[in-house]
């Protein structure tokens, strides 16, 4: 059942159309992702769906509400941690989570929401003393203190170390483990592959397609590349008869193969009744790269 309803959502800044007629829809329970490159539009839309921003047209409905008619109550059943948040520097962690609490009706524990995200040690720490990874795990405390049905989490783990990163996308799965659904705005594949559902890809202002990441992996080309170095003399013209086999070519040391269906089995069968083993074997296949290349034209900095 969806949770969130966007239907031809448009916002403009002067002349400037910065969302064009998106629509989506996000189900109970799920992460689902929205992608997108810088400026294409993805915080725009998710803070017209917070009640930050009023749409110029278009109709929004979180949880069956209107986010700016019935702002208080969304605000009861939506959670955000927004692409930029600071806190005062010397606030320490307990006096904001306390401060945040008092916002709401039936807040939760937040001393047990610190322990949840690994933050009990901090809870005298000031602000400005913690570490990226950290300020990012009060920004999900702070976002889950109101007890919300929802959390938006908009670039989260933007200037994270990598294995910050990964830290912080596991305490993302413990979040939807617990119940709540979670809309990630993201320009990180990795991360989108990952954590996501379901994604929403968007760029300049439009939606250009809303699927799994392997729905979106299978509407470009299937193809696989096998790469491997032969260990004895290979006449590539065997495995090039494969029916499996689209092309065959030599890169010095190495052969190159490219086709589809069960190529790996079909290459490697020829390897073995012909007793060449392969060295450095290397598998590839279209990624979520790939497809938002394939539907957008451009590619995502990581």
Known sequence: MAIIEVV???KRYDRKVAVDGVSFSVDEGEVFGILGPNGAGKTTTVECVEGLRAADSGVIRVDGLDPRRDRDAVRERLGAQLQSSELPDR???GEALALYASFYREPADWRELLGLLGLADQVRTEYRKLSGGQKQR?????????????AVLDELTTGLDPQARRD????VERVRDSGVT??????????AERLCDRLALIDAGRLVAVDSP???VARVDGGQTVRFRPTTPLDVALL??????????????QVVVTGRGNLLHAVTSVLARNQVVAADLRVEQAGLDDAFIRLTGKTLPE
């Open 182 to 191: 979670v809309v990630l705005v993201t320009h990180f594949m990795a991360e």
């Open 240 to 253: 090039a008869a494969l029916p499996e086999v689209d092309a065959v070519e030599r890169r010095g040391p």
């Open 138 to 150: 009060v920004s999900i405390a702070l976002a889950l203190v109101g007890r919300p049905r929802i």
């Open 214 to 216: 392997a729905g979106l």
């Open 91 to 93: 606030i320490r962690v």
């Open 8 to 10: 031809d959502l448009v």
């Open 168 to 171: 912080t996308w596991g305490l």
